[in-house]
Nanobody, 126 residues
Framework: QVQLVESGGGSVQAGGSLRLSCAIY????????MGWFRRAPGKEREGVAF???????????SYVDSVKGRFTISQDNAKNTLYLQMDSLKPEDTAMYYC????????????????WGQGTQVIVSS
């Protein structure tokens, strides 16, 4: 069983930055998808950023259009940690952020991943 634990959320002013971390516990060597999702009140869960080792062209990383150029996903295998660096934050980025992973994902951004963290709150004020 894989466990994911997010941290790094908080409250910031618009234009500020946060770095979210996701510690991965368990057998993570064969994971084929890792990523970040978010859900704002009254909205559906949205895929934000992913590292996809299943079906990708050019680069294994991908982002939803609304965060391109502002967010960066990365991983540190030595620390078994996934990161989401968020810069130039906007009020519309306010949401609960979740990391997720899977061993057998067919669609990395599809939201049907096997393992999920508990979430970390991000609040961006004007």
């Amino acid at each position: 069983q894989v466990q994911l634990v997010e941290s790094g959320g908080g409250s910031v002013q618009a234009g500020g930055s946060l770095r979210l971390s996701c510690a991965i516990y368990g057998n993570s060597h064969s994971l084929n998808c890792m990523g970040w999702f978010r859900r704002a009140p009254g909205k559906e869960r949205e895929g934000v950023a992913f590292i996809d080792f299943v079906d990708w062209t050019g680069t294994p990383t991908s982002y939803v259009d609304s965060v391109k150029g502002r967010f960066t996903i990365s991983q540190d295998n030595a620390k078994n940690t996934l990161y989401l660096q968020m810069d130039s934050l906007k009020p519309e980025d306010t949401a609960m952020y979740y990391c997720a992973a899977d061993f057998t994902a067919r669609d990395c951004s599809g939201g049907d991943l096997a393992f999920w963290g508990q979430g970390t709150q991000v609040i961006v004020s004007s």
